[in-house]
């Protein structure tokens, strides 16, 4: 049994990784479910500390997901109607699959700048912001998952 649970613990922390690239599949929960479920086993025992730093760690980068591309919109110049557009193409492009959640954002910012008055080419600056602030949170929720398998590697050998 305890074999198993290890092999479902890796698993998670396989699918948790391919679900930070992956549209849908929230990845770095999968990931910190492995790492529960590699707890129940013997073999590992992660520190309550450990768990409840790793949980809050999840619930932070799984919010910073919705919020990085807005953030990248403001920070290549976006106004507030290329924040917004922004924000609402992320959960618009959650319908749309892998495409619209990286089109998504992207769309909605320029769309929003073009709404609220600006020229194209600095709407299209606000959507490659957005764009920049998707990878950005791939990068965090990649790093996020790396750390995890790296400590339930470290934990079990």
Known sequence: MEI???ILAFLCMLIGIIGCIVPGLPGTPIAYAGLWIAQITDRV????????????????????????PAWGTKRYGGTKWGVWGSTIGVFVGLFFGAVGVIVGPLAGAVLGELLGGKEVVQALKAGWGSFVGLLFGTIIKLV???????ALIQAIW
Do not use: E, K
Request: proline residues 0%; charged residues 5%.
């Open 45 to 68: 025992d992660f520190s309550w500390q450990f768990m409840l730093i790793w949980g809050i760690v999840v619930v932070v980068v799984s919010a910073l997901d919705y919020v990085i």
């Open 4 to 6: 198993f649970l290890l």
């Open 144 to 150: 996020c998952c790396g750390l995890m398998t790296t």
